[in-house]
């Protein structure tokens, strides 16, 4: 039993070694975060003498991407299959996951992406909300009255979203102007990451995305 107790734990042990060396090199992967990582299964010393992990799971938070703040990162890499047994380099089969834009850092984005006008939409304690599966609605409380607006968020590339107003209602012209379309560029997704698909939800615009046969680490 004390035996068995010894071998679990260093079982346990190496695998947080592997789990913390492969989060930096995953964060010099561009994550700009460093990311939580899971390696799934046990026992973990079976997978690391054979070199293959068959399930990775990869969490961060507020990872900033340019204009945008990304609020949640969750990922889950498949078959990383390990160039040595050091855990720092080697390739990954596939990636899955999705990236949450919170509608607050999507509220910050938006006033920053909009020039001067952005401090009118600051003051005015811009709150938005699901409008339906592609759009967001946004209330304003102006000094003379309330507006309101919905834009539509689409997909235009692997690192693209677009923002276009489709209604709305008592808003100043010279701020409509300014909101008709913003593009929301997202630079350099970490590990070969793209944007695959969005949709709106309660808790803001969830990106889903991939990657496939990805190599990180040192040669």
């Known amino acids: 039993m004390v035996l068995l107790a010894m071998l679990v734990a260093a079982d346990f042990a190496a695998k947080a070694v592997a789990e913390n060396v492969l989060a930096g090199k995953i964060e010099q992967q561009g994550l700009h ?37 990304i609020t949640t990162l969750h990922a889950t890499a498949t078959d990383v299959r390990l160039s040595s047994y050091a855990f720092d380099s080697g390739t990954i089969e596939r990636i899955t996951g999705t990236a949450l834009i919170s509608y607050s850092s999507l509220a910050n984005t938006l006033t920053r992406q909009i020039g001067d006008l952005g401090t009118l939409l600051r003051g005015a304690g811009l709150q938005l909300s699901p409008a339906g599966p592609d759009e967001v609605r946004a209330s304003l409380n102006l000094i003379v009255t309330t507006g309101s607006a919905v834009w539509r968020i689409t997909q235009v590339s692997g ?45 803001g615009v969830v990106g889903s995305i991939g990657a496939s046969d990805v190599s990180f680490g040192s040669s």
Do not use: W
Not at 37 to 50: C, D, E, H, R, Y
Not at 167 to 192: E, M, R, T, Y
């Open 33 to 69: 975060r460093r990311p939580a990582v899971t390696i799934v299964g046990f026992p973990f010393l079976t997978q690391a003498a054979s070199k293959n992990f068959r399930q990775v799971d990869i969490s961060a938070a507020n990872v900033p991407e340019g204009p945008v703040t």
């Open 159 to 203: 690192t693209e979203l677009n923002v276009r107003l489709v209604d709305s209602s008592s808003l100043p012209a010279a701020l409509l102007g300014k909101l008709l379309n913003v593009p929301l560029h997202i630079p350099a997704l970490p590990l070969g990451l793209s944007i695959t698909g969005v949709r709106v939800t309660e808790a």
